[in-house]
Structure formats: C-alpha cells, structure tokens
C-alpha cells in the first residue's frame, strides 16, 4: 500500500498539475501514511467485513482523526502542508474534509473486500516458492531502506544539512 498511495497520489498531481510532483514525505516512491492505513484496516476494521456500512463509517471517522493527526504532527514538526483541504467544503482546519472522509469509507470498503483479499493472495503464492531466509532478509533490507529514507527525509525538511 505504500508504493500504490504514492503512486495515487502522484498520478492525481499529474493530472490536476499537468507536471510530476513527488507528492509523498521521503526521497522514495512510498507514502507510510497509506501503509500505515492498510495496517489499521486490517487489524482494527476488517472484522468489519461482512458489514460494509459500519466499515463505511468507522473508516470515515477513524481516517479522518488519523489524516488530521499526521497533518498537525507534519506541520508541527516541519512547519509544512503536504496537503491542504482550506477550499475544500466542510473542511477542519484544512486538515481533513466531507468529501475526503467519505472517500476514506468507500477506499476501505473495496481494499477490505477487493485488494486486500488478491494482494494477500498473491503474496502467499509467491512466499511459498521463496525459501523463507530470502524474504526475511528481503524484507530487513527493505526496513532499512525506509529508516534511512525517513532519516534523511526528515533531516531535509528539518533543513539540518
């Protein structure tokens, strides 16, 4: 979910810009607020499965504390918007919006129902012809490669370099 939030988000700046944008917070093509979304999903609300308007609605509300949360922490940190919903109708502080909360409760439904389903599918199809060493320290590198991106991210946007 990491990689497909980043590549959502920079397809939709290339259509409403017209021009690339890394629309994310690291050098990298990841987004962790989508990973980390996907995770609260799955452990939090996909209990939720089989009833798709409290998926609906819990989604919208959790979403929308969490998007309000990581906006103020990001601006509160690094004294900087990676996105801005001022225009947008019933908006709160710019951090979260109407139209974007019921987006969240629609994006759960189909990743609770659809996406997660076939990626987790997918990927036990192709764990299972990997000996498990290799995707433990496919998976380490990768950890690592986000903790120095996030390190290095940081340290740009904190401008201590």
């Known amino acids: 979910m990491l990689l497909y939030g980043w590549l959502l988000e920079t ?20 987004c962790p607020i989508y990973g980390w979304g996907a995770i609260i999903l799955i452990v ?13 609605f819990y989604s919208a509300i959790i979403f929308s504390i969490f998007e309000y949360i990581v906006g103020f922490a990001l601006d509160a940190l690094f004294a900087a918007k990676w996105w801005d919903y001022t225009n947008d109708f019933m908006n709160l502080n710019g951090r979260i919006s109407i139209f974007y909360s019921f987006a969240w409760g629609i994006i759960a439904i189909l990743f609770i129902n659809h996406i997660h389903p076939f990626i987790e ?3 036990n199809k ?36």
Do not use: E
Not at 11 to 30: D, E
Not at 44 to 56: D, R, V
């Open 44 to 56: 939090l609300l996909q209990k939720y499965k089989s009833n798709s308007i409290k998926l609906f």
């Open 11 to 30: 397809l939709y700046a290339l259509f409403m810009l017209g021009h690339f944008t890394n629309r994310g917070f690291l050098y990298g093509p990841i």
């Open 121 to 123: 599918k997918c990927t």
């Open 126 to 161: 192709v764990l299972k012809r990997i000996p498990k060493i290799y995707y433990i320290i496919f998976t380490n590198f990768l950890l690592v490669v986000l903790i120095i991106d996030t390190i290095l991210s940081s340290v740009k946007y904190l401008n201590l370099i």
